[in-house]
């Protein structure tokens, strides 16, 4: 199972590239540690924090009259030392 599964591309996100923050979604079964480890070994980056988000899926409308909810995830802000990038990021 991918403890990485996609980073999060937004322009909240893209703001904390700039303090070396860089934001990914992982697996609901992920703890810090192995985030940490997994973000190391992929990108050969060293990490400094790692925090650890719980997001609740919305819920939306089906065919609009059924309710169904998205599922939860979980994202995680990683903090790089100070230096450090991960490619693929824009400023």
């Given at each position: 199972?991918?403890?990485?599964?996609?980073?999060?591309?937004?322009?909240?996100?893209?703001?904390?590239?700039?303090?070396?923050?860089?934001?990914?979604?992982?697996?609901?079964?992920?703890?810090?540690?192995?985030?940490?480890?997994?973000?190391?070994?992929?990108?050969?980056?060293?990490?400094?924090?790692?925090?650890?988000?719980?997001?609740?899926?919305?819920?939306k409308?089906?065919?609009?009259r059924?309710?169904?909810?998205?599922?939860?995830?979980k994202?995680?802000?990683?903090?790089?030392?100070?230096?450090?990038?991960?490619?693929?990021?824009?400023?």
């Amino acid at each position: 199972m991918p403890i990485l599964i996609s980073p999060i591309i937004t322009e909240k996100s893209l703001a904390h590239v700039a303090e070396g923050r860089y934001v990914f979604e992982v697996s609901s079964k992920a703890n810090k540690v192995s985030i940490a480890k997994a973000v190391e070994d992929l990108y050969k980056v060293n990490v400094v924090a790692v925090r650890v988000i719980s997001v609740k899926g919305k819920k939306k409308l089906v065919r609009g009259r059924f309710e169904s909810t998205r599922k939860d995830w979980k994202k995680a802000i990683i903090t790089l030392k100070k230096g450090q990038k991960i490619p693929g990021y824009e400023e």
